[in-house]
Nanobody, 115 residues
């Protein structure tokens, strides 16, 4: 079974940092897109940061300059979150899409930023 397992969520004060990790059982070379989405209570799930098979990255305007997405040779994906703001509070989900267009989601990890 394909699995995406997130870790690294927690609670921090505004201005602090967190690093989220997502361990994927998929081969990196069979994935078109990986990324992070988030969903706050009462709001739609939104794209935060995406990285393609060719390592092209895309960020939501709200996180540009603060968040960095990356992945390593072991196919673990990371989201480094700096200068966190209360509006970043949400459940963050790992996402992957294979070249076959099959999509996979992690279970989510809570990020809470207090003022």
């Amino acid at each position: 079974q394909v699995q995406l397992v997130e870790s690294g969520g927690g609670s921090v004060q505004a201005g602090g940092s967190l690093r989220l990790s997502c361990a994927a059982s998929l081969s990196k070379f069979r994935i078109n897109v990986m990324g992070w989405y988030r969903q706050a209570p009462g709001k739609q799930r939104e794209s935060v940061a995406l990285i393609t098979r060719s390592d092209v990255t895309t960020y939501a305007d709200s996180v540009k300059g603060r968040f960095t997405i990356s992945r390593d040779s072991a196919n673990t994906m990371y989201l480094q979150m700096n200068s966190l703001k209360p509006e970043d509070t949400a459940v963050y989900y790992c996402y992957a899409r294979k070249i076959t267009s099959d999509e996979y989601w992690g279970q989510g990890t809570q990020v809470t930023v207090s003022s």
